[in-house]
């Protein structure tokens, strides 16, 4: 009788199938919903965050607008009046209309310091208050101009009224 070697008769080894990515583990749904839920999250404050500074940039630019103008033709009445207007307009938006709406003179400088960080409006009292209701005034309204635009950049969120 021949002998038959044993090991002859082994099969070669088989390997499983490979495992296949689908379907995802629990854990990859939670961190998948997770993800979802941030980046909504971050859309909805950047969305936000643009809107409330939609107003102030409209106005920025609006004053920019003026220091041009006022560059081109020197008229201080007019540009201070602009300037004037532009800040209620801001002013309006930023805060309640029944707080604002009524204010002038003294009470509107009053308010504009109240609400400021840092920047005094008395220094141009007469830029702001008396020079747009002279016909003949000529004066440098750079330091308006300068004041206007901090106190513009220092709003953060604007009023529903």
């Not at 583990?25 to 909805?44: E, K, M, S, V």
């Not at 805060?95 to 308010?111: C, I, K, M, N, Q």
């Amino acid at each position: 009788m021949a002998k038959t070697d044993p090991l002859a008769q082994l099969k070669d080894i088989h390997l499983p199938d490979p495992v296949g990515w689908w379907p995802l583990a629990p854990g990859w749904y939670l961190l998948l919903f997770l993800g979802l839920c941030l980046t909504i999250a971050l859309f909805c404050f950047i969305n936000k965050r643009r809107r409330h500074a939609l107003a102030k940039n409209q106005a920025i630019a609006l004053l920019n607008t003026y220091e041009k103008l006022y560059e081109e033709e020197q008229n201080t009445a007019l540009t201070s009046s602009l300037i004037s207007e532009l800040l209620r307009r801001v002013a309006l938006t930023y805060y309640p209309r029944t707080e604002v709406a009524s204010l002038h003179g003294d009470a509107w400088l009053h308010f504009l310091n109240q609400t400021s960080k840092g920047i005094e409006f008395d220094s141009v009292r007469e830029a702001l208050l008396d020079a747009p209701f002279k016909t003949e005034c000529h004066q440098d309204l750079k330091l308006l101009f300068h004041k206007a635009r901090l106190w513009i950049k220092q709003r953060k969120v604007p009023c529903s009224n």
